[in-house]
């Protein structure tokens, strides 16, 4: 048995964590069988407990951009390490990597740290409401803006691969305050406004959606936001917890010509490291405390091994003027060749892609909502995840999700991937 030693690992885990794992879509139950445990990781690739390996087209859900423990990364954190962990007091390092960040990402003037994407949201949305003094915010069925409770209601990822739109625990009077559309259906936000007259808050949106697989946007629908939160004065919100630094320097913000109020960051900002941030124009900004009113804190914010890997990780992309163009160029060829091999066998599929985010949906139409992702055939997806993983081809384990390809990912590495889905048979 080729999973050996993850076997036994898991079978000891699920009696210590719950469901054996520290977050729900690890656990594999989307695609069946027994979660690969992992001990180590180098560029492109991945190595589990019984020795085998992997490319990996997870890379930890998009923070390794660069490939995994990349050398002057890892020699960042060691020097920094010696430093000292964490000292609950400011440091120069954090208005280092902020300074970068606000003269590179549009329409933002100030950035605070937090530690997780789903801090950046949640703080994110009470920003917006202590602007604008309204309590209601949109959202999109199969978006995700992390765990807190007011997004938890039609959220993706995990929730979506588990078919629990809304979970237990969320109250009432909090669901109350979350107003869902489609995504991409832009009437259904007009028709929200008109039903909730001066009490929209903001709109919160992933521009690239990438927690029901990838979706794009169509048909100007982030113009359209854009619009008409300008014209009632409520807050655009862009998630860019997986597009940031990952689509451009500057996020979708810059790859799509969109102007966000508040931009939350997550991922690849903390190069492997627990980073999340917000940030926004001084005006919204200057409203959180101790300059303002609105409370948000973090004991372990801006920690100092945390912001060193980001920094170090950000410096490297910008350095390379590149960058971008290479990791989409090998997104590219990997899109196209697959769908090639796959339309050779006859199997209907759609490949949504944007840049380095993609997803391979096994589908007749085209995919562009929540409704539509649910359409895919899920176990010939599941069929195709398990046999390239038994070739050495880590793949989200879940139809439900998006494949982040890294820097460190060559043509050697798309050539034994595509022979792998060669070798696919249903
Ligand atoms: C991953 C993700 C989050 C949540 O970030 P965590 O660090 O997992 O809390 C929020 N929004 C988007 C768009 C994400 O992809």
Avoid at 129 to 140: A, Q, S, V
Avoid at 210 to 217: D, T
Avoid at 260 to 279: E, M, R, S, Y
Avoid at 373 to 392: A, E, P, R
Wanted: net charge negative.
């Amino acid at each position: 048995m080729i999973y050996q030693r993850s076997s036994a690992l898991f079978e000891e885990a699920y009696q210590y964590i719950p469901g054996g794992v520290n977050s729900p879509v690890r656990a594999f139950k989307s695609v069946g069988g027994v979660p690969v445990f992992m001990k180590s990781a180098k560029g492109a690739y991945l190595t589990d407990e019984d020795n085998r390996t992997y490319i990996d087209y997870i890379n930890s859900w998009g923070p390794a951009i660069l490939g995994h423990t990349h050398p002057e990364v890892l020699e960042a954190l060691k020097l920094q390490a010696e430093k000292g962990f964490s000292f609950g007091t400011p440091t120069e390092l954090e208005t280092e990597i902020a300074k970068l960040i606000v003269e590179n990402v549009p329409n933002i003037d100030q950035i605070r740290m937090v530690s997780s994407g789903t801090e950046a949201c949640m703080s994110a949305i009470r920003l917006a409401r202590g602007y604008t003094g309204r309590d209601k915010i949109i959202k999109f069925e199969g978006c995700y803006h992390g765990h807190s409770d007011s997004f938890l209601i039609q959220a993706g990822s995990g929730a979506a691969t588990f078919g629990n739109p809304n979970s237990p625990g969320v109250t009432q009077g909090t669901a109350k305050d979350t107003l869902l559309a489609e995504y991409n259906n832009f009437e259904q936000v007009e028709e929200l406004f008109r039903l909730n007259p001066g009490q929209i808050a903001a709109i919160i949106v992933e521009p690239i959606a990438g927690n029901m697989g990838c979706i794009l946007p169509e048909n100007y629908f982030l113009q359209n936001l854009r619009k008409i939160c300008d014209e009632n004065g409520a807050i655009l919100i862009l998630d860019e917890v997986m597009t940031g630094f990952r689509l451009a320097f500057g996020g979708a913000q810059e790859a799509l010509g969109i102007k966000a109020d508040l931009v939350t960051f997550g991922k690849v900002i903390g190069g492997g490291l627990p980073v999340g941030a917000f940030a926004g124009r001084n005006e919204i900004m200057n409203y959180l405390s101790p300059r303002g009113d609105v409370y948000q804190a973090g004991t372990l914010s801006g920690n100092p091994l945390a912001m060193r890997a980001g920094l170090k990780t950000l410096q490297l992309i910008q350095q390379d003027p590149d960058f971008y163009t290479k990791i989409n160029k090998t997104a590219e060829t990997l899109d196209f060749e697959m769908s090639k091999i796959l339309n050779e066998k006859g199997i209907q599929h759609r490949i949504n892609r944007k840049g380095s985010m993609m997803s391979l949906f096994f589908n007749a139409t085209s995919v562009s909502n929540f409704t539509e992702v649910k359409n895919s055939n899920i176990s010939l997806f599941n069929n195709f995840f398990h046999q390239l993983l038994d070739q050495g081809i880590y793949l989200p384990p879940s139809g439900y999700e998006t494949w982040f390809v890294s820097a460190a990912i060559g043509d050697k590495e798309i050539d034994k991937t595509l022979e792998a889905v060669r070798n696919f048979q249903y």
